[in-house]
């Protein structure tokens, strides 16, 4: 090999780096900010199962059903579109709904919350734990004396 040969080789090396290196320095960044939108993502949707699942926990037994246990349940579908076990759950108890409460309706229930805490890796939540809940009997009261008030409002109008 001549030193003219060498020296073209070596060019031809020098011009496949530069691309090289061209090529990365435009895909190193683009790579970066495409794995930060898919982390992003699937943060921002496993903190909006969490959020879900926290929101029918914290009124799991209440008297009454809030605005923001409805808007959750609302939300299944698309929240855990991924999960066809708390979807199917879900379909289930919202059947339910339509009927009388009663035995099944609470077993469907807890079946729901404990399939969530399950997909959720919640794995040391107990169905114990699950069905524990604290209302204080001032808020009982409370519920007790507006649907009394609520009542005679009604009679006398």
């Known amino acids: 090999m001549t030193t003219d040969q060498i020296a073209i080789a070596q060019l031809e090396v020098a011009k496949l780096q530069a691309w090289i290196t061209a090529i990365a320095i435009f ?5 970066g900010v495409i794995f930060t939108f898919w982390f992003q993502s699937r943060k921002d ?5 969490h959020n ?3 929101t029918l926990m914290a009124e799991r037994k209440a008297p009454l059903v809030s605005a923001q246990v409805a808007q959750a349940l609302n939300k ?3 929240v ?3 999960c066809d076990k708390v979807k199917s759950l879900w379909h289930e108890y919202y059947a339910m709904l339509h009927l009388p409460p009663g035995e099944p309706r609470v077993h ?9 805490a399950a997909e959720l890796h919640y794995s040391r ?5 699950l069905d524990k809940f604290y209302i204080p009997q001032g808020h009982v009261d409370d519920a007790e004396f507006q649907r009394n008030v609520a009542q005679q409002w009604s009679r006398v109008l």
Not at 125 to 129: A, E, N, V
């Open 108 to 116: 469907k229930w807890m079946e729901l919350l404990a399939a969530i």
């Open 76 to 78: 299944i579908d698309v």
């Open 45 to 49: 949707k496993s903190a909006e199962k």
């Open 52 to 54: 879900l699942f926290l």
């Open 27 to 31: 895909l190193g960044p683009l790579a």
């Open 80 to 82: 855990f579109s991924d």
């Open 125 to 129: 939540l107990s169905q114990l734990d």
